[in-house]
């Protein structure tokens, strides 16, 4: 069986190169032949084919250039995972939107649209959403990853200034779950099942991510948690997924889902490749 590993070709780290390599070697160990295809490599015009006699069997897209993703399906291809499911997850409004009345969520106010040039040059949406949400607030870019595009805002003040910095970029303010203040835990999924899962702890920072100082160790999750991970991810329409969740006072609550995920981390916290359960899944859709 020959496939594809697409990869963003603009995006080289020794983080990223070794999710490669764990999925490469999964792959091997299946007699599956794994070639990594960067995705600025495709410069075929619209209108063209882009696989010619050269078709996989599958594509594994770890990348999120949903258009290329789109044309692929297009010629027939099976996509693991789909265009559309990357598209949702990579926008924090999208994910929001998919979810609702599925799991339970931070409460969300989805910024009104503004141009370059323009931006938020009207505060009265910020004060309105901090009514709805209170204070703290959460804001985050719509498109962002590792935590580095969200931020908590203690005051109106602070809301108003992190919006104004904001430019035109789309973005989301969400309510503040004060009781999972820099911890979630991290649900990795596969196939509709739970494959493992980590709690991420921050004691100097409202973010867990292990990328920003974080923490980590195993965790026994409850029913509730894990059903809530499954859920979103059958939402969104994923073959694999990493599941963040929150420790609300009335149960767990979804806060986002990841549609490529790091897990590394995850390996060397519970010692499940999640590489290695991506290929058995793959191979059993493939029959």
């Not at 794994?34 to 600025?40: F, P, Q, V």
């Not at 924090?92 to 989805?110: S, Y």
């Not at 580095?148 to 919006?163: G, R, W």
Request: hydrophobic content about 40%.
């Amino acid at each position: 069986m020959k496939a594809w590993l697409i990869v963003n070709g603009f995006v080289d780290s020794k983080k990223f190169n070794e999710l490669y390599g764990y999925l490469s070697r999964a792959a091997v160990r299946r007699n599956i032949e794994l070639e990594i295809k960067a995705s600025d490599s495709f410069t075929v015009p619209v209108g063209e084919r882009i696989c010619g006699k050269n078709k996989p069997n599958f594509v594994l897209f770890w990348d999120k250039d949903i258009h290329l993703a789109r044309r692929l399906e297009a010629e027939g291809i099976r996509l693991f995972n789909s265009a559309s499911a990357i598209g949702i997850c990579d926008s924090k409004i999208l994910t929001a939107l998919a979810l609702d009345g599925k799991v339970l969520t931070p409460r969300t106010v989805i910024a009104p649209k503004t141009f370059e040039g323009v931006g938020y040059n009207k505060p009265e949406f910020v004060e309105n959403a901090t009514r709805v949400l209170g204070l703290p607030v959460i804001i985050k870019e719509a498109y962002g990853s590792f935590g580095a595009q969200v931020y908590l805002a203690s005051t109106l003040d602070e809301a108003k200034k992190i919006v104004s910095s904001l430019g035109h970029k789309d973005f989301v303010m969400q309510e503040f779950i004060a009781e999972s203040r820099g911890r979630d835990v991290r649900v990795n999924v596969v196939g509709g099942r739970v494959v493992s899962a980590m709690e991420r702890y921050n004691e100097n920072d409202f973010r867990s991510n292990i990328s920003n100082g974080g923490s980590m160790r195993k965790i026994n999750l409850s029913p509730e948690m894990e059903r809530a991970a499954v859920d979103a991810a059958m939402a969104i329409g994923l073959d694999f997924a990493g599941v963040d969740v929150l420790f609300g006072k009335d149960g767990p609550i979804v806060c986002e889902v990841n549609s490529n995920p790091h897990f590394k981390s995850s390996l060397e916290c519970t010692g499940v490749d999640m590489s290695e359960k991506i290929m058995e899944y793959i191979l059993e859709q493939m029959k």
